[in-house]
């Protein structure tokens, strides 16, 4: 068993009712073994990032804290995925829920299944302003505070909605 860990995910869905996907998926987050759910974000509506032909997102961020190792706690993301029944067509394309590992404590991971830090987490709005809505204070692992990246990359088209 590991000590216990703080870690950010991004939760996006833009299929079946997004906004009740991604509430329903704060609450099985709380739920996964040796996890708690310690805040999470305001929902965002944002712009698709791929093919623009599909509907607008509904993003968040929580901050768990788990005893998990980042593989399994991977694992237990892509489960909740599949009881969403996420499809996966095309990169970038709709999808009922996505969960993305942002950040697992201060550790960088590059394993074939997995990247920490997320990549591109930095320079995607629709993760910075969640983050920064819980987390003001976060500085990446590469020392630049979240406070700069929203400078680069601001609000812009994306909306805060409510939960």
Not at 47 to 62: F, K, R, T
Not at 81 to 104: A, F, I, K, M
Not at 136 to 155: K, N, V
């Amino acid at each position: 068993m590991h000590k216990a860990i703080r870690c950010y995910i991004g939760l996006g869905s833009n299929l079946d009712s997004p906004q009740q996907q991604v509430a329903r998926a704060l609450e099985e987050l709380a739920t996964l073994p040796g996890t708690h759910l310690l805040t999470h974000s305001s929902l965002y509506r944002s712009p698709p990032m791929g093919p623009q032909d599909q509907p607008d997102y509904v993003n968040a961020v929580a901050l768990l804290e788990t005893t998990l190792d980042a593989h399994s706690l991977l694992d237990q993301l892509q489960a909740l995925e599949q009881l969403h029944q996420r499809v996966r067509l095309e990169r970038w394309g709709p999808r009922t829920l996505d969960l993305d590992l942002l950040l697992y404590g201060e550790e960088t991971i590059s394993t074939e299944r997995l990247s920490v830090p997320h990549p591109g987490m930095h320079e995607r709005n629709f993760v910075l302003w969640p983050l920064s809505e819980i987390s003001p204070d976060l500085a990446l692992q590469d020392g630049r505070p979240l406070a700069t990246l929203l400078s680069e990359y601001p609000i812009g088209t994306l909306e805060r909605i409510s939960l």
